[in-house]
């Protein structure tokens, strides 16, 4: 039987690459983001039985009680959710930090991670299913202007292995996924600049959409005996060394 993951900001990056790698290995994807016209793109490339689409903000919950509201029959049991959506804003140190740019990322990051896995957890609790968050190497290590990017992502970890202690016993599995530098539109989004980005990833291989998106169904394709709590992951050229000493 067709299983059915839930993908959220499937419009790029890594949520796109996860959606096609699921409705490759056999499931339906509902795909979710805001942009609409990239979601019909994907949906026109991998078929309307397969990929149910629908366009709206993690951050609005009022856009996402509807849109689960309205999943059609062959969507409407989720048995993977996958909380990819996210984002950074900006590079500044704290003291100089965007408190708009803040408020955003923890909107996106925590409060619609929270507030959408809530929401499914009764029927991934029937259906014995999976949750995927997508956290970052960020939750680990500090780096100078990372501040609340890092924070959030930290929750997100520990969010996750809260939610498996609290789900012992239910057979549903709960995996943070922790990865380095992917090249998406991670770095453009982050800095408004693509040159930023394309410097960001100059003369190095960064991992792909693709590497996480196979990690992701490797995760979730697991006997379901198995859990991966976490997992870090890091291009070969990336290392977390890092310590700074000012000398004035
Ligand atoms: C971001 C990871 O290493 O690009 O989540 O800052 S890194």
């Known amino acids: 039987m067709s299983r059915t993951a839930f993908i ?8 796109l690459a996860a959606a096609r790698r699921f409705v490759e290995g056999g499931w339906r994807v509902v795909a979710t983001g805001r942009r609409e016209d990239r979601l019909r793109a994907l949906q026109d490339e991998l078929g309307a039985e397969r990929v149910h689409i629908a366009a709206f903000d993690v951050a609005d919950r009022p856009a996402m009680e509807a849109a689960i509201a309205a999943l059609p029959a062959p969507f409407a049991g989720i048995d993977l959710l996958v909380n990819n959506a996210g984002l950074a804003l900006g590079t500044a140190v704290a003291q100089e930090a965007d408190l708009d740019g803040w408020e ?14 809530r929401r499914l957890l009764p029927m991934l609790i029937e259906r014995r299913g999976a949750i995927v968050n997508l956290s970052s190497v960020a939750a680990t290590y ?38 380095g530098m992917v090249e998406t539109e991670f770095t ?36 379901p005996h198995l859990n991966i709590n976490a997992l870090e992951l890091m291009p070969v050229d990336q290392s977390f060394a890092g310590f700074q000493v000012d000398r004035p």
């Open 8 to 15: 959220t900001g499937a419009t790029a990056g890594i949520g």
């Open 104 to 117: 955003r990322m923890i909107a996106t990051n925590v409060t619609a991670l929270v507030t959408l896995t």
């Open 142 to 179: 500090p780096y100078r202007g990372g501040n609340v990017y890092g924070g959030t992502k930290a929750f997100v970890r520990q969010f996750s292995l809260g939610l498996r202690s609290d789900l012992h016993g239910t057979g549903v599995r709960v995996t943070s996924i922790e990865p």
């Open 188 to 223: 453009t989004v982050r800095t408004g600049d693509q040159a930023a980005s394309d410097a960001f990833y100059a003369d190095m291989t960064p991992m792909t959409g693709d590497d996480i998106a196979e990690t992701i169904f490797w995760v979730a394709t697991l006997p």
